[in-house]
């Protein structure tokens, strides 16, 4: 049993939806304790980092998620899921979980043809393999929406990476822990042979 955070954070439906298509039981809970003793966490979201994190200390999610976390439970997190489980965001001078050391900044594009969000296909560089990487090939694309992005202290923790203006981190991941920029539940079969692998996945 997959536990889909509920954080008042959006894509829940999509998220449940995929796993749903791909026979993989899930639940979607907002209660703390379910997530601490969760099999496995998938820590998805869209919006703001400082409302996310807001919502998340207000119902305990955040202890809850940091327990999980230290507790070896595999987690996956998705777009805003891979920004707030950095040390901190630019978006609303936030504070997040900081179960990665890294922070979570704005594209600053020279580009004037580039804009901001980025917004749709864009294809995904592994740079180090990964179990729930293993199915990429090469300029395989994946669907994007988003102002910020993951830029950590360890480059040693970056999996994937893609272009927009300059090359930024798009798959992140330590120990029990993996998160990927993109929305892997809107992304069609790449996104859901990822879904697949992390449900497989055994850290």
């Not at 998340?56 to 940091?66: H, I, Q, R, V």
């Not at 990964?130 to 040693?156: C, G, K, N, T, W």
């Not at 697949?196 to 850290?203: D, G, H, L, T």
Request: glycine share 6%; net charge negative; proline share 6%.
């Amino acid at each position: 049993m997959i536990t889909i955070v509920d954080y008042k954070a959006g894509n829940l439906t999509s998220v449940k939806r995929a796993l749903d298509h791909l026979g993989i039981t899930s639940q979607i809970s907002a209660d703390p304790d379910i997530v601490r003793k969760a099999e496995k966490v998938i820590f998805p979201g869209v919006g703001a980092a400082g409302a996310a994190m807001d919502v998340l200390k207000e119902w305990n999610l955040d202890s809850a998620l940091k327990a999980a976390f230290k507790n070896g439970t595999p987690i996956l997190g998705i777009c805003l899921g891979c920004q707030i489980i950095l040390t901190h965001s630019e978006e609303d001078d936030t504070h997040c979980l900081d179960l990665v050391p890294g922070a979570c900044v704005r594209f600053h594009l020279n580009d004037p043809t580039l804009k901001v969000p980025h917004m749709g296909w864009n294809a995904v560089t592994v740079t180090q393999p990964h179990p729930i990487l293993s199915h990429l090939r090469p300029d395989d694309e994946f669907y994007f929406v988003h102002s910020f992005y993951p830029q950590l202290a360890d480059m040693a923790k970056v999996y994937a990476t893609s272009e927009y203006g300059s090359t930024f981190p798009v798959a992140i991941g330590t120990n029990n822990l993996f998160a990927v920029q993109f929305h892997a539940e809107k992304s069609g079969p790449l996104g859901l042979r990822l879904l697949e692998n992390f449900a497989r996945w055994k850290p």
